[in-house]
């Protein structure tokens, strides 16, 4: 039986040296619970990523991003599905943030990133975000939430 495919996007809204995260608190069965993630999640039917993620970030945060860039392309490799996620970072967004129903919403600086509970993989990612790298592809390898394999694919 093939895996499921699973399209989601992802932003890390950037403000100086923190970074917007979701600690996900709120919602009972949650795939991601206990962990703090970036702002996004599925794309629906009809979407682009580029489209979800802006509805998306409105939708969890009350913020309209005016500029945003793809990042990288994050492939997750899990016992039920195969996620595909698209990561985006923005520095430039405006509006007032609102409270978010999935989650609570927390500015976190960088540093304390090893501090937090986040899927293992992430922290894998988030460098060469803090370096500026140029687009990238990433994939991961889980059985239950234990990080098995990391392979850099571009």
């Known amino acids: 039986m ?3 495919i699973v ?3 992802t932003c890390y809204l950037i403000r100086g040296d923190e970074f917007l995260l979701l600690y996900r608190n709120k919602k009972k069965n949650d795939f991601n619970h206990g962990k703090y993630i970036g702002v996004g999640s599925h794309i629906e039917k009809g979407e682009t990523p580029e489209m979800a993620i802006d509805r998306e970030v409105k939708e969890e945060t009350n913020f309209d991003i005016v500029s945003k860039e793809l990042r990288a392309l994050i492939i ?5 599905f195969i996620e595909h996620m698209y990561l985006y970072t923005s520095k430039e967004f405006k509006g007032e943030m609102k409270e978010c129903n999935e989650g609570t ?3 976190v600086d960088y540093h304390n990133f090893s501090k937090i509970p986040m899927w293992e993989g992430d922290k894998y990612f988030i460098k060469p975000l803090l370096n500026n790298e140029p687009y990238f592809e990433m994939s991961f390898l889980y059985e239950k939430d234990k990080l098995i394999e990391v392979k850099r694919l571009k």
């Open 2 to 4: 093939a895996n499921k």
């Open 76 to 80: 997750f490799y899990f016992d039920e």
């Open 105 to 107: 919403l927390e500015w």
């Open 7 to 9: 399209n989601t996007v």
